[in-house]
Nanobody, 118 residues
Framework: VQLQASGGGLVQAGGSLRLSCAAS????????SAWFRQAPGKEREFVAR????????SYSGSVKGRFTISRDNAKNTMYLQMNNLKPDDTAVYYC????????????WGQGTLVTVSS
């Protein structure tokens, strides 16, 4: 499975962006998938996760209520809708996938930069 993230860009605080993660390989539809981010000078952190069926999403406390994770297995694509963006959301966003809950995330996209201006 190969992942490619896209959709990042420059947006003003309060604005919205939608990230996409396109996967190659039919196995992706069976994997739990997630978004992580890494801000300048900080460690990579978990943002959101969704199971293989697109159900039971979970979010970090800092984005809950503002971000929505989803996936379309027919298109082999995962999304992250980001609303009410804040300057603290500025980071490189990575998509990732794991074969089963509890496994390490063994598949990673290359990252897409989101910059939120105040």
């Amino acid at each position: 499975v190969q992942l490619q993230a896209s959709g990042g860009g420059l947006v003003q605080a309060g604005g919205s962006l939608r990230l996409s993660c396109a996967a190659s390989g039919r196995a992706f539809r069976f994997y739990t998938s997630a978004w992580f981010r890494q801000a300048p000078g900080k460690e990579r952190e978990f943002v959101a996760r969704v199971n293989s069926n697109g159900n039971d999403p979970s979010y970090s406390g800092s984005v809950k209520g503002r971000f929505t994770i989803s996936r379309d297995n027919a298109k082999n694509t995962m999304y992250l809708q980001m609303n009410n963006l804040k300057p603290d959301d500025t980071a490189v966003y990575y998509c990732a996938a794991q074969r089963a809950v509890g496994d390490t995330y063994g598949y990673w996209g290359q990252g897409t930069l989101v910059t939120v201006s105040s």
